[in-house]
């Protein structure tokens, strides 16, 4: 997965706005002004999204690659280079892609 894939899917979705508010690096999307996506833009190595409490428990017992949210409230999910794929949750469907 790219950044441009995953860019491009965040900004199909409805409302969806995105903007740079902690540095000019870190990109973050939002619904209703809220952040359910964050990611770097230099280093696209893993993407940290929001996602119901329960459901992610159920995504990092699944799959490796998941794991809870850097620097967030753990009721995320980040997905990167740990194993080499990504998983479903919520926003995003299924996904079996490297990134």
Do not use: W
């Given at each position: 997965?790219?950044?441009?894939?995953?860019?491009?899917?965040?900004?199909?979705?409805?409302g969806?706005?995105?903007?740079?508010?902690?540095?000019?690096?870190?990109?973050?999307?939002r619904?209703g002004?809220?952040?359910?996506?964050?990611?770097?833009m230099e280093?696209?190595?893993y993407?940290?999204l929001?996602?119901?409490?329960?459901?992610?428990?159920?995504?990092?017992e699944r799959?490796?690659?998941?794991?809870?949210?850097?620097?967030?409230?753990?009721?995320?999910?980040?997905?990167?280079k740990?194993?080499?794929?990504?998983?479903?949750f919520?926003?995003?469907?299924?996904?079996?892609?490297?990134?």
């Amino acid at each position: 997965m790219t950044l441009e894939y995953l860019r491009d899917y965040c900004l199909s979705l409805p409302g969806v706005t995105e903007d740079t508010p902690f540095d000019a690096t870190t990109l973050c999307f939002r619904v209703g002004g809220k952040i359910f996506a964050i990611m770097d833009m230099e280093v696209f190595e893993y993407a940290n999204l929001k996602c119901d409490p329960e459901r992610a428990i159920e995504l990092r017992e699944r799959y490796a690659g998941i794991t809870p949210g850097y620097h967030m409230n753990k009721k995320t999910l980040e997905f990167g280079k740990h194993e080499g794929k990504c998983a479903g949750f919520p926003y995003f469907g299924t996904c079996e892609t490297q990134l």
